[in-house]
């Protein structure tokens, strides 16, 4: 009898996917060389039997008990999401804050059983659908306030479930992973086209949940763009906003719960905007010997109306670090695409924008925007690599206007540099646009640094802290498509007014009165029995 697959409970895909041992020790070596370090040493990912989960604090009760389990692989797998955090964690085999129990729903109404017991005595309930949050979205820290966590899985609750051919959209179950998503779909001639970096372990439900960010890097970049109604069950009850191309009646009731991250009720269907498959495609690779010229570059383009599907601008140590190029020149890598016409006075318009730039097209024997697409969905495993040797590697991300992008990028980079210097020893930084808007880009930092045995989670979180601290202070968002969870939501708090906080907090209050919803993701949680006594959610 064959074993199924299973996801690794710890990292990143499957058990037997990633990088194998010679890969990591290469690695290894690579950066031994790069930060002048004497070593490093490779750890062994955790397994399940190693594990000290604490006994379950809940029990189902008898109508339910079908739907949930409390399996230590189970409970292990719904403990993290994918961040560096998450996994040093999972190296140090800490699993403190383990769902006391995870459920499947199989259809709507036992969802709404579960939610309601969850009420009832005061249990945290914490959405997940694919576990690929980056900030803590699904992590059962929930603080003392409540009687236990359980954490709602939404794999049963999936499938393309209607197709509007006439309107170009489709009603979808939030629990549908993006792979099987596509391709329910392609028999149709439609697409989604919605790809994140963890497009096939995420499901439709997330992406909404959290704005995540997708395939287009102009125009259409977020979820929200394709968002044409959805239907949430929260603990007050169902609700389902009304299917329109557009409308004006007041505020848009569908985009409350766009970046709700769970904390107001359960997505459990959306009707989705959708586009036929593309036909036509053009795309080239443009070198630049200075950054700045490559920023111009890019910025004449988002505001020229020509809407590529990939504006993406790789620095000299991003092209060097993802192996798209040997570091000598910073790499605008352009892509259009359409099912409609041929594309070639598009992208002969916005080649000609860069040549007024000093940008160079160049025939090469590996394509760089193939070589970079290979290192983005390797990305994910090369951090798992990273975590197993103990160095540092991870993520920031924002947005701001172009006027303020120079002191930004500067003064962010300046801080994290700084930090990592001091508490690492050296660091390398690269940067990248992932998106880019007429009125300003969406710049993405990676960071590689040595780490010290036992001490990379309180490194990268210095390192983190002074960035996100550079990042407010200079005018951009602390995230971009990455969304809040529990890792941003101190610098988010500062971020929005405080009317705003206390009107999303007065929402919550009447779409979850028990406080259970994903507490800690955007506010800080009171607990079951003190939601409703006050507290501004700082």
Not at 117 to 125: H, T, V
Not at 295 to 323: M, Y
Request: include cysteine; glycine fraction near 10%.
């Amino acid at each position: 009898m064959v074993t199924p697959t299973r996801r690794k409970f710890w990292g990143w895909g499957l058990e037997g996917e990633g990088l194998d041992d010679a890969e990591v020790e290469q690695l290894g070596n690579a950066f031994v060389r790069r930060f002048a370090i004497d070593g490093v040493r490779m750890q062994e990912p955790p397994r399940v039997d190693e594990l000290e989960l604490s006994p379950p604090r809940l029990a189902p009760p008898e109508s339910l008990q079908a739907a949930f389990s409390a399996h230590p692989y189970e409970r292990a797998a719904h403990t993290y999401g994918r961040s560096f955090r998450d996994l040093i964690r999972a190296f140090r085999r800490d699993y403190a804050h383990a769902p006391d129990l995870v459920a499947f729903p199989r259809d709507e109404d036992e969802l709404v059983a579960i939610l309601d017991w969850c009420s009832s005595i005061g249990a945290a309930a914490i959405p997940f659908g694919g576990g690929s949050s980056v900030v803590g979205g699904v992590e059962p820290d929930v603080g003392d306030g409540y009687r236990g966590a359980v954490s709602v899985d939404l794999r049963n609750l999936g499938g393309v479930l209607e197709i509007d051919q006439v309107s170009r959209a489709a009603r979808i179950a939030a629990g549908t992973l993006g792979p099987a998503l596509e391709a329910e779909l392609k028999p149709h001639g439609l697409t989604l086209r919605h790809f994140p970096q963890s497009f096939e372990f995420s499901t439709l439900g997330g992406w909404i949940a959290t704005r995540s960010g997708g395939h287009f890097a102009t125009l259409y970049t977020h979820i929200d763009e394709f968002v044409e109604a959805v239907r949430v069950v929260t603990p007050r009850g169902a609700l389902e906003t009304r299917r329109l191309p557009a409308s004006g009646a007041g505020p848009s009731v569908e985009r409350l719960f766009c970046g709700s991250e769970g904390t107001l009720g359960v997505i459990t269907e959306a009707w989705m905007r959708l586009q036929p498959r593309p036909r036509y495609r053009a795309g080239a690779s443009v070198y630049f010997a200075d950054f700045a010229d490559a920023v111009e570059a890019a910025r004449e383009v988002a505001q020229s109306g020509l809407h590529p599907s990939n504006c993406r601008l790789l620095d000299h140590d991003e092209a060097l670090l993802s192996a798209s190029g040997d570091g000598s020149h910073s790499i605008l890598v352009l892509g259009f695409e359409s099912a409609d016409h041929e594309l070639g006075p598009w992208i002969s318009r916005a080649l000609e924008i860069c040549r007024g730039h000093k940008g160079e097209q160049r025939e090469e024997a590996e394509d760089p925007a193939a070589l970079w697409r290979a290192s983005f969905l390797r990305g994910p495993h090369m951090r798992d690599a990273f975590a197993r040797l103990g160095l540092i590697h991870e993520t920031f991300e924002t947005a701001v206007t172009w006027d303020r992008f120079w002191d930004l990028h500067e003064g962010v980079q300046d801080a994290a540099r700084q930090a990592a210097r001091e508490v690492c020893g050296g660091v390398a930084i690269s940067s990248r646009f992932a998106y880019v808007y007429p009125d300003g880009p969406a710049p993405y930092y990676s960071v590689y640094a040595p780490g010290r045995p036992g001490q990379e989670l309180e490194q990268w979180d210095q390192i983190k802290a002074a960035a996100a601290e550079a990042i407010l202070r200079l005018g951009g968002t602390i995230t971009h498509h990455h969304a809040v969870g529990r890792d941003h939501r101190p610098w988010y708090l500062r971020g929005v007014p405080e009317l705003f906080t206390g009107a999303l907090r007065t929402a919550k209050a009447e779409l979850d009165p028990a406080g259970i919803m994903n507490p800690g993701v955007l506010m800080r949680p009171l607990g079951a029995a003190d939601f409703n006594r006050g507290g501004n959610g700082q």
